[in-house]
Each structure stands twice: as structure tokens, then as C-alpha cells.
């Protein structure tokens, strides 16, 4: 069982910075690929980025390439969401998820992955 907690959501202007944070419990997050995601109201949930277990490959949506920058660091168990740049159509509930098919180098895919955090606001203003 895996624990996700994600953090430092919040409000900012348009053209500001926010970095995001996911905590996760387990011994085994070291094994599993990382997403982030998002969801603005009345919308689906969609796909921003991902990581692999050894943070050796990233893949981000057309939307945020070249703006937001994924990260991770297993020592603690912590993947991040640098986001810059950030516009008023970027607001939106934040998660992280995790795949937890051991060493596999990830989904963009909102049904392949098996944990999910609570959710941080963000929310940019114009």
C-alpha cells in the first residue's frame, strides 16, 4: 500500500512559479513511475507528467513542455512538479499518482495507475 500527500499548491499570479511536492509512504516507491495530473472543474482529469523509477526518463504533455519540469528523489520518497510560467488556464486541482508495476517507465494514462494523493489547489489569477 502506497501513501500519497501532496503539498504546496496555491495562489499566484500569471507568469509566477509554484513547486509542487508528493510525500508517499512505502519501501517500494523506489520502484514505481510517477505522474502528475490535473483536473479544473466540469473538466476530465488529465495527463502533465511523468517519471520513471530511476528518474531517467520524463515525458510531459504538449500543454506544460517547456514550462513544468518533474523530478524525483527516492531517498525521500518525494517526486516534484516545478511549474513556471504559469497562466490563468492552468488552474486546476493537482495530483500525483503512482504506477506501481515495478520498473515500469510509466503511463499518461488516468486508469494505469494505482494510488492517488488528495489533491493540492492551485490556482492562478490573471
Known amino acids: 500500500q502506497v501513501q500519497l500527500v501532496e503539498s504546496g499548491g496555491g495562489l499566484v499570479q500569471a507568469g509566477g512559479s509554484l513547486r509542487l511536492s508528493c510525500a508517499a509512504s512505502?519501501?517500494?516507491?523506489?520502484?514505481?513511475?510517477m505522474g502528475w495530473f490535473r483536473q479544473a472543474p466540469g473538466k476530465e482529469r488529465e495527463f502533465l507528467a511523468r517519471?520513471?523509477?530511476?528518474?531517467?526518463?520524463?515525458y510531459y504533455a504538449d500543454y506544460v513542455k517547456g514550462r513544468f519540469t518533474i523530478s524525483r528523489d527516492n531517498a525521500k520518497n518525494t517526486v516534484y512538479l516545478q511549474m513556471n510560467s504559469l497562466k490563468p488556464e492552468d488552474t486546476a486541482v493537482y495530483y500525483c499518482a503512482a504506477d506501481s508495476r515495478p520498473y515500469y517507465p510509466g503511463s499518461n494514462y488516468v486508469s494505469e495507475y494505482d494510488y492517488w494523493g488528495q489533491g493540492t489547489q492551485v490556482t492562478v489569477s490573471s
Open positions: 517519471i520513471n523509477w530511476s528518474a531517467g526518463r520524463t
Open positions: 512505502g519501501r517500494t516507491f523506489s520502484s514505481y513511475a
